[in-house]
């Protein structure tokens, strides 16, 4: 059978906080992307707490926020919401920061949040170039602008995005059947196996841990008019081939209108057991070699 594999896999980060020099450091760490993560969508958002930035004399202390990195162009943006250019096509940096007319009390903690954002279908990975700052705070006394002392600090994220995957253990799966007799396929009803003549094989399929939780599969192949669960031989109009799905217990059907769904545990490893027969069509039988080439489409959720 002839395998076609298609799916979207992304693996992302977030986040371990470092405090230092006021230069607060956000390390992104192992976030993946599922392959159904919606566009322009938080996702691996996780919390930054920052101690309260004014110590003495905080009385009418606010904290003022200034963007000093380039936004993402044509985000819309959202008072205390802030979406960075990455400097990696497809994702987006997000910063959720306290913001009530444009600056918030100094002598409470700061509550932030990070997250990563996919901005388009197709992602590039790789380590996220940027080591500047992307936010800056300052402390200001309300009713001026005179910053108090020389208080501010900065945001700086870190992180890389690799790109993670599903793979097929094989590509192409084979099976090989032992002879049959003409007498069994005669007295057999089509669509139904020859007992006792069977071949197994398996999809092994391996993901990256946590890129997907379930995958679904279509069949297609050449199949007798009026029964789309026997794959009709190349040589032989009189024998087909049926395959059944061992964990479902049922028939494939190779008309692409049955999609069977699988689920994927979390270590990413799963395999699906199949077992094909041969099976009459209804047409005479003929003796001879036999063969068939399928299809089937995995695609990943």
Do not use: H
């Amino acid at each position: 059978m002839k395998y076609r594999f298609l799916t979207l896999v992304v693996m992302a980060a977030v986040s371990r906080m470092a405090l230092a020099d006021n230069v607060t450091r956000v390390d992104l760490g192992s976030q993946v992307l599922r392959v159904s993560q919606p566009l322009n969508e938080v996702f691996g958002q996780q919390p930054v707490t920052l101690p309260a930035l004014c110590k003495t004399d905080c009385n009418n202390v606010k904290v003022k926020w200034e963007v000093v990195a380039p936004l993402l162009p044509g985000a819309v943006q959202t008072p205390g919401v802030y979406r960075f250019d990455s400097g990696r096509k497809g994702i987006a940096l997000q910063i959720d920061a306290p913001q009530a007319g444009g600056q918030v009390e100094a002598d409470q903690p700061l509550r932030l949040k990070v997250g990563l954002v996919r901005t388009e279908q197709t992602v590039e990975a790789g380590t996220l170039p940027m080591t500047i700052p992307l936010l800056k705070w300052t402390l200001v006394r309300q009713g001026g602008d005179a910053s108090v002392g020389a208080d501010s600090g900065d945001i700086v994220v870190t992180g890389t995005l690799t790109a993670g995957s599903c793979e097929p253990k094989e590509g192409t799966l084979t099976f090989r059947l032992p002879p049959v007799q003409r007498a069994d396929l005669q007295k057999t009803a089509p669509g139904q196996p020859v007992k006792g003549v069977g071949a197994k094989q398996s999809i092994a399929v391996t993901c990256t841990p946590g890129v997907a939780s379930k995958l679904s599969a279509l069949f297609q192949a050449r199949t007798a008019e009026g029964n789309p669960g026997i794959v009709l031989s190349d040589e032989n109009p009189g024998v087909g081939f049926m395959v059944t799905d061992d964990v479902k217990k049922q028939t494939i059907l190779w008309d692409r209108s049955q999609a069977l769904e699988y689920p994927i545990p979390a270590t990413g490893q799963t395999q699906i057991p199949l077992t094909a027969f041969y099976t009459p069509t209804g047409k005479p039988v003929e003796a001879g070699k036999v063969s068939a080439q399928a299809q089937f489409t995995i695609d990943y959720q």
